[in-house]
Nanobody, 114 residues
Framework: QVQLVESGGGLVQPGGSLRLSCKAS????????MGWFRQAPGKQRELVAR???????NYADSVKGRFTISRDNAGNTVNLQMNSLKPEDTAVYYC????????WGQGTQVTVSS
């Protein structure tokens, strides 16, 4: 059974930082492309950052220079370091694993507010 479990969300003030983690089980983690998506109320789910099995990254323009995605294949974990957070970053953040099939975590809420 495949499971992606996110952690690290919460409430943070504008300009603050959070680190999201996603622990995967039930998949051969190292061959999967891993990503973080987010969905704000009333909006479509959007890609935030993606890290392929080969190490290539891509980021949404809105988070470039502020967010960093990384992975630990030994620990079956993908992380998203989020710095200089803005109110518009408020959303539910989802972990995604993709290789022939796509799997999703349950999501973790990130709220950026003073």
């Amino acid at each position: 059974q495949v499971q992606l479990v996110e952690s690290g969300g919460g409430l943070v003030q504008p300009g603050g930082s959070l680190r999201l983690s996603c622990k995967a089980s039930g998949i051969s983690f190292s061959i999967y492309n891993m990503g973080w998506f987010r969905q704000a109320p009333g909006k479509q789910r959007e890609l935030v950052a993606r890290l392929t099995s080969g190490g290539s990254t891509n980021y949404a323009d809105s988070v470039k220079g502020r967010f960093t995605i990384s992975r630990d294949n030994a620990g079956n974990t993908v992380n998203l370091q989020m710095n200089s957070l803005k109110p518009e970053d408020t959303a539910v953040y989802y972990c995604n694993a993709d290789f022939r099939r796509s799997y999703w975590g349950q999501g973790t809420q990130v709220t950026v507010s003073s």
